[in-house]
């Protein structure tokens, strides 16, 4: 199944003073992302936890929705600190688009410096992918180009509501390289 942002991606944020949500896994992540005109949401990298905060909000105060954060690199192309701007999310047979007007915007209004922008899928997953062969399974399955933990459910929040969603992900961990076991338990209930 695809799922399409619908009519929202034409909203024009200099007319429509609502927030974004931002959807984070860390609370290092929160940090980086909070600005004016954003409202953040922390996971710590738990998908209950996510959908709990998620459910708790009303989506009609917000104009789109982005998942920002770290990911995992699937694209054996990808090096640490490159950065993936969704051109679409992946969960199960379910495909969500991000919408470009929205993507775009975000793009001019980051500090990206000189890290390398590539778009490209994303697929979302329920715990942490660590070893080198999970990462290439699931590239061989998908196509994606990362992988992270809150993408696919913010999208399908935004989808839900019917507002734009994007995506902005930053390589963390290529994908010739394993993440160590501490990796799935690392992050504290509060995001650290």
Request: proline share 5%.
């Amino acid at each position: 199944m695809i799922v399409e942002a619908g009519a929202a991606e034409t909203v024009d944020s200099r007319i429509d003073p609502r927030p974004v949500l931002i959807v984070t896994g860390l609370v290092q992540e929160a940090r980086i992302a909070a600005g004016p005109g954003m409202i953040v949401i922390c996971s710590s990298s738990d998908p209950q936890q996510l959908r709990a905060l998620l459910a708790t909000l009303d989506p009609t105060t917000f104009r789109g929705v982005i998942s920002f954060g770290v990911a995992g690199g699937l694209d054996p192309s990808l090096k640490s600190g490159d950065v993936v701007v969704a051109t679409e999310v992946m969960s199960g047979d379910t495909r969500f688009l991000a919408a470009s007007a929205l993507n775009e915007e975000m793009i001019a209004s980051a500090a990206l410096k000189r890290r390398r922008i590539v778009r490209g899928g994303l697929a979302g997953v329920e715990e942490v992918i660590a070893a080198k062969a999970c990462k290439a399974a699931l590239r061989s399955m998908t196509g994606a180009a990362a992988v992270d933990m809150e993408s696919h459910i913010a999208a399908a929040y935004a989808a839900k509501a019917r507002i734009p969603f994007a995506a902005l992900r930053v390589i963390s961990d290529p994908a010739h390289r394993a993440l160590p076991e501490l990796a799935k338990s690392a992050v504290k209930p509060n995001g650290d």
